[in-house]
């Protein structure tokens, strides 16, 4: 019995500290300036709510008092993890085996396993619910993205993360938050490229110009030192998609602004901001919310200010689905 007890007191320390390490970043289970039981401290107490939920932990470095531990305790966290947001689809880090790619979203889609967590086998009917169950994309929406998606992998049914970091097909120079394929790496997160962007974003609530803003001083910065720099207009009506899709995912579609704290969450973790109390939106997203997004970035990209808003003629689709 004894035996039994210390297992589930030692199952219930390495659960402790995995949870730390996946939910590091902006996490409320727990006071993270506590540092890790396992490692250091011989005590540590914190009480938080998450997802509606009360954790209490009190906790004592010895083998003894892991006697103690109370089993329902065990089971809140348990349950805690289990019910992160979004439902059932908790955060799990990439492994070293794991496909991922130049797309902040779809690499979060894995991250959350909406999509494959290992970035493979991404089939068209894997892809339309992904969009759907996470952001509430309908079904025409996914369907056209996976078509875009799919000239990555002629004469498949699939495709792969990895695939995507092909420089010149869908990926492209002047991205947010990624290097130009000549400097390097073209689909790691780059912090020093993203605090580029994020020098025009002069807000707590990120609107149509700013957004803009950051995107048209990554392509000058782009044009200005990379000997190889490309921009097509077809690869303008892509990033017009990118720009806008922060928004898309996490803002207020028809004010066109979003919470900057959300999309830097997203970006650096890539992974959903449900700890910052986002939810997927209520109210479908269609093609049609999509153009006049890319739209509306698009005026604001213009360097000719005007007493008037001005407006783009061309129709514009998420990563240029449609033109
Ligand atoms: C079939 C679906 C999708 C495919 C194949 C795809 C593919 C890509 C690719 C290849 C890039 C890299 C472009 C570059 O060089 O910057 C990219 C960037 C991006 N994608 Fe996606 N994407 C998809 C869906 C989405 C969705 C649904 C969202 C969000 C609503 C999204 C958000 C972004 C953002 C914000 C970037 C810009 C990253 C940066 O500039 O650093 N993508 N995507
Ligand atoms: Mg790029």
């Known amino acids: 019995m004894m035996m039994i007890v210390q297992v589930i007191g030692l199952t219930m320390q390495l659960l402790y500290c995995c949870l730390r390490f996946l939910l590091r ?13 396992l490692c250091e401290k011989d005590t540590l107490s914190s009480s938080s709510t998450h997802s509606g939920f009360l954790v209490s932990i009190n906790y004592k470095h010895t083998i003894e008092t892991m006697r103690l531990i109370s089993l329902p305790v065990t089971l809140s966290i348990a349950l805690a993890a289990a019910i992160e947001p979004p439902e059932g689809h908790p955060w799990l880090a990439p492994g070293p085996n794991d496909y991922r790619g130049p797309c902040p979203m779809l690499n979060t889609l894995s991250n959350h396993q909406f999509l494959p967590h290992d970035g493979r086998n991404i ?21 056209l993205m996976f078509d875009t998606a799919i000239i990555i992998n002629p004469n498949a049914t699939f495709f792969t993360l990895d695939q995507l970091n092909k420089h010149g097909i869908l990926e492209h120079d002047a991205s947010l938050s990624r290097s130009d394929a000549f400097f390097g790496n073209n689909h790691v997160f780059n912090e020093t490229i993203f605090n580029e962007t994020k020098l025009y974003w002069t807000g707590e609530i990120l609107d149509a110009n700013m957004l803009a803003n950051g995107k048209v001083a990554r392509q000058l910065s782009s044009k200005a030192f990379n000997p190889n720099y490309t921009f097509t207009s077809t690869v303008e009506s892509f990033s017009l998609g990118e720009v806008s899709a922060p928004i898309i995912a996490f803002g207020d579609l028809e004010a066109v602004t979003v919470n900057r704290t959300l999309v830097e969450y997203f970006f650096e973790n890539e992974r959903f901001p449900t700890e910052l109390g986002w939810s997927t939106r209520t109210e479908s997203v269609t093609i049609d919310k999509i153009l006049r997004l890319s739209q509306a970035i698009g005026n ?8 008037k808003a001005v407006v783009s003629t061309r129709r514009r689709d998420l990563h240029a689905g449609i033109y």
């Open 25 to 37: 970043k902006g996490v409320t289970l727990m006071d993270l300036n506590t540092s890790s039981p």
């Open 300 to 307: 604001a990209s213009n360097l000719i200010t005007t007493s």
């Open 123 to 143: 089939t068209k009917d894997t892809l339309i619910s992904a969009l759907s169950s996470a952001l509430n994309f309908n079904e025409s929406l996914g369907a």
